[in-house]
Nanobody
C-alpha cells in the first residue's frame, strides 16, 4: 500500500502562485509514476500532469507547460506541482495519484485550490 498526502492548497488571487506537495509513504518504492488530477466544480476529474521515476513528464495540455511544472524529490518521496499565473478556471480540488502498473492505484484525499478574480 501507498499513502499519499497533499498539502499546499488554499486561496490565491488571480495571477498568484501556489505549490502543492504530495508526500508518499508505505510502499512508495513500487510507484512508477506520480500524477496530479483536478476536479473543478460541476466538471469531471481531469488529468493535469505526471512525472515518472526517471523524471519524464507528461502534461495534459500544452498550455499548462508555461504555468504548471511538476518535480520530485526522491529523497523525500515528495512530488511538487508548482502553479504560476493562476486563473479562476484553475479553481478545483487537486488530487495526487500514484501508479505502479499503468493503473492509478493510489489516491490522496484531495486539496482545495481556489483562485479569486
Amino acid at each position: 500500500q501507498v499513502q499519499l498526502v497533499e498539502s499546499g492548497g488554499g486561496l490565491v488571487q488571480a495571477g498568484g502562485s501556489l505549490r502543492l506537495s504530495c508526500s508518499a509513504s508505505g510502499r512508495s518504492d513500487s510507484v512508477a509514476v506520480t500524477g496530479w488530477f483536478r476536479r473543478a466544480p460541476g466538471k469531471e476529474r481531469e488529468f493535469v500532469v505526471s512525472i515518472s521515476r526517471s523524471g519524464g513528464t507528461t502534461y495534459n495540455y500544452d498550455s499548462m507547460k508555461g504555468r504548471f511544472s511538476i518535480s520530485r524529490d526522491a529523497a523525500k518521496n515528495t512530488v511538487y506541482l508548482q502553479m504560476n499565473n493562476l486563473k479562476p478556471e484553475d479553481t478545483a480540488v487537486y488530487y495526487c495519484a500514484a501508479s505502479s502498473n499503468n493503473v492509478w492505484n493510489y489516491w490522496g484525499q484531495g486539496i482545495q485550490v481556489t483562485v479569486s478574480s
